[in-house]
């Protein structure tokens, strides 16, 4: 019997047995609850006197969870529909108003939640620090309903809830414009209102006598007992008087715990044989002894059972993949324990249920680099649903406390899961590994104590979930992360926030690795087969840069003599003067061409940087250049690393037929990019930065040079490979943002990323809304 059917009180009970007034059905999914639901409408409506905060909390296995859904029912317009509302108390039923906001935490950090209630409502937020108050300064009020803060949080050791009650709920609650109401656990509880002016804060303790009902919980017990809500007919169920009975019996034993009280009735039902109704000396009280008792009536050894549920309690995210489950239960316990697993689902059944979730991501393979507006053929985008798969799951998170306290050694039993997870990948190849092999690995390897010893494979960084390893990395004193983890650490911002898939990832970590000098850990990512939109060329960190762009120096002769600039067409000499008028003869005009192509030829293409004056390596910006005072000018190569000692007058920029004629242009936002094959009218390359691009150029060969106020890099992104000529389909005209090449997009939109549908008229949009950090400048 399930949650559902044991929940589901009798709509023809009798309101005396439910704690109700008289002449009143109890609500259909609560059946009892009546003062906490008459308060909570109360608050709905704002009745004079009642708290504009309240604070849903008990202790595990209460009901809390499923009597925050039972009131939401009577919130929703649409759901009321369905409701007997004639038929309840009218004061436990509040007025027909708009349905109050439900931001769901579970899985969540703080700042994503922060950014689903900023998405809710369409506000205008660029940070996080900015949703709150611009919640507050609203001239409406706002009603939000938060449920399920315990289960916050992409990894459970990172202890997300607290974060969330201290970052958002108390920052909520302050804030007067503000409705809330939130189901929090105990020990978080009063930290919710504590700063509030009296009367605006209440706590409502499902534990304590008042809230309590224990009339309410036999209702409950009875109804899930009885044959005509699918209970099986036995001599207890059939009898009305022996059903209310033994209902009251296991309500006392649980003591108000709807969790006790239903795994008792399950355990019941699902081995009825053996169970005498006149002895209840045995009924659970908790969680922990519903386990026991469970195995005991089927003849087998407690521990056992554990043992079979300890992956699952274990297990992070969703639940436990059904195809894991022997594996991880084999490391718990150091023996092989499939038998006990083929043949334990009665002895099991009572506490595990399996969920259905869809199959998020595309295969590594099939993976590009479609972020940020860029486009591949025949790709799917991570993150769509791609079909779905079972997980295995706790009934309830007491019951995996509960499994969890019996554990001799909970870390030695995650070391061992963790080492069988990290075997399971095929050939250390992590994009063949079970997604949640990729994505909850570091998890447990946190719980286990042993994190920092796997944070150096940069294939692992690329393909795991950004957001569960950034939060367990964070958990990690900082010290004791070696260098390529604290460059993840400082890029994880990044990846979190475009929301980007692996190949994406991939490259944002290459250029981080280049940036911190750990070049083999860039080279380990192109060894991956992710086709990397870039490769780091170079990287050079100057505090304050002000602008960058490319161009090239003229050969210089072993004498010392600089040779003549080469054409300012960049090499396309021409043998006409300005008029069209011949100069010169033809063996003139050959030498004269040969020598120009020979000149180009030699040339070596540079970056020029525009640097504060002082800056090591560079040279003064001339005095008579006014606009330019307190700034110099540093000239780098191009294709490589190292400075150039040469005057930068002598450096020649492409001219614009050059440029309109080569086979990428670029486009630039405040603190994103993007590179466009100009024949296809599609983005090829997109790269995002934590700080706002100061400069940046493209050369004709590919070469991008970005420049932020922390310093300079260059990526060279591949050129289109030569095809079909396609449509002609013109680029964007200019309507916000100009890159220095001249080529234009629309100012962005705060919308989240997305593909243009109409590739002749794309929108750059800023990166997506559900970083960690939540900052979406």
């Not at 708009?98 to 931001?103: L, S, T």
């Not at 010893?453 to 990690?476: G, I, K, N, S, Y």
């Not at 005095?623 to 000018?633: K, L, P, R, S």
Request: one cysteine or more.
């Amino acid at each position: 019997m399930g949650d559902e059917e044991f929940m589901n009180a009798s709509d023809n009970a009798s309101d005396e047995e439910h704690g109700g007034p008289v002449g009143y059905a109890p609500h259909p999914h609560i059946g009892g609850r009546t003062a906490v639901l008459r308060a909570l409408a109360a608050w709905r409506m704002q009745w004079p006197g009642a708290p504009r905060v309240v604070v849903l909390t008990g202790s595990p296995g209460s009901g809390r969870s499923r009597l925050v859904t039972g009131f939401l029912m009577l919130c929703d317009p649409e759901y009321r529909k369905q409701l007997p509302l004639d038929d309840l108390d009218p004061t436990i039923v509040p007025p027909d108003l708009p349905a109050p906001a439900v931001p769901d935490p579970r899985g969540l950090t703080a700042d994503q939640f922060l950014w689903t209630i900023a998405d809710h409502y369409g506000l205008g937020a660029a940070r996080t620090a900015d949703i709150v108050p611009e919640l507050a300064a609203a001239t409406d009020p706002v009603t939000i309903v938060v449920p399920d803060v315990d289960r916050a949080g992409p990894v459970r050791a990172t202890d997300e809830p607290a974060r969330l009650v201290r970052d958002v709920l108390k920052p909520l609650a302050a804030a007067g414009t503000v409705q809330l109401l939130a189901d929090v656990p105990r020990e978080l509880a009063a930290e919710v209102i504590e700063s509030l002016p009296a009367g605006q804060g209440q706590v409502i303790d499902l534990d304590e006598p008042r809230w309590a009902d224990p009339a309410g919980l036999v209702l409950q017990v009875e109804t899930s007992l009885d044959p005509r809500r699918g209970a099986p007919a036995l001599p207890y169920t059939e009898d009305p008087g022996a059903r209310r009975a033994l209902a009251e019996a296991v309500a006392e034993r649980a003591d108000g715990s709807r969790l006790t009280a239903q795994l008792a009735v399950q355990c019941i039902l699902m081995r009825p044989e053996g169970f005498d109704p006149a002895d209840t000396s045995q009924l659970p009280a908790d969680a922990g002894e519903a386990l026991d008792w469970h195995a005991r009536r089927l003849g087998a050894d407690p521990q056992t059972l554990r043992l079979m549920l300890a992956a699952p309690a274990l297990a992070e995210g969703e639940g436990l993949p059904i195809e894991l489950w022997v594996t991880l239960a084999n490391a718990v316990a150091g023996r092989d324990m499939s038998r006990e697993i083929a043949d334990g689902m009665l002895l099991a059944g009572p506490f595990v249920e399996p969920v259905e979730v869809p199959v998020q991501g595309a295969p590594a393979e099939q993976e590009g680099v479609e972020q940020e507006g860029v486009e591949h053929e025949g790709a799917e985008q991570e993150g769509a649903a791609t079909g779905s798969r079972t997980l295995l799951r706790l009934v309830h998170p007491a019951v995996a406390d509960a499994v969890r306290a019996g554990l001799a050694d909970v870390r030695g039993a995650q070391t061992r899961i963790a080492m069988a997870l990290l075997e399971a990948v095929p050939q250390q190849d992590w994009s063949r590994a079970d997604p949640y092999i990729r994505d909850h690995l570091a998890a447990h390897t946190l719980a286990a104590g042993l994190l920092p010893q796997l944070l150096t494979d940069p294939a692992l960084f690329a393909h795991a979930d950004p957001v569960t390893l950034r939060a367990a990395v964070e958990a990690v004193p900082y010290d004791t992360l070696g260098a390529p983890a604290r460059t993840y650490l400082r890029t994880a911002p990044l990846l979190t926030r475009s929301q980007a898939p692996v190949g994406m990832r991939a490259a944002l970590l290459e250029t981080a690795f280049v940036e911190d000098g750990l070049g083999p850990y860039a080279d380990a990512l192109h060894a991956l087969d992710l086709d990397l939109p870039w490769r780091t060329l170079w990287s050079v960190s100057l505090p304050g840069v002000i602008g960058v762009t490319v161009g090239s120096l003229p050969h210089v002769p072993a004498d010392g003599a600089a040779a003549g600039p080469a054409p300012a067409d960049g090499g396309q000499e021409s043998d006409a003067s300005s008029d069209g008028v011949s100069t010169g003869d033809a063996s003139s005009g050959d030498a004269s061409s040969s020598d120009a192509r020979a000149a180009a030829a030699a040339a070596l293409p540079v970056a020029v940087v525009l640097v504060p004056e002082g800056t090591p390596g560079s040279r003064a910006v001339p005095a008579d250049d006014a606009e330019a005072g307190g700034t110099a000018v540093l000239v780098h190569q191009l294709l490589g690393p190292g400075s150039v000692d040469a005057d930068p007058a002598l450096v020649l920029p492409p001219s614009e037929d050059v440029r309109a004629a080569a086979p990428l242009a670029l486009s630039r936002g405040v603190d994103y990019l993007r590179v466009w094959d100009r024949r296809r009218r599609t983005v090829v390359a997109a790269l995002i930065s934590d700080t706002p691009f100061t400069g940046a150029d493209l050369s004709p060969e590919g070469v991008l040079v970005v420049a932020t106020a922390r310093g300079v890099k260059a990526l060279q992104i591949p050129l289109p490979v030569p095809g079909p000529e396609p449509e002609p389909i013109p680029l964007p005209e200019p309507a916000g943002d100009t890159s220095a090449t001249g080529v234009s997009v629309p100012a962005p939109v705060p919308a989240a990323p997305a593909t243009p549908s109409d590739p002749a008229h794309p929108v750059d949009t800023p990166a997506g809304p559900h970083g960690r950090e939540g900052d979406r400048s």
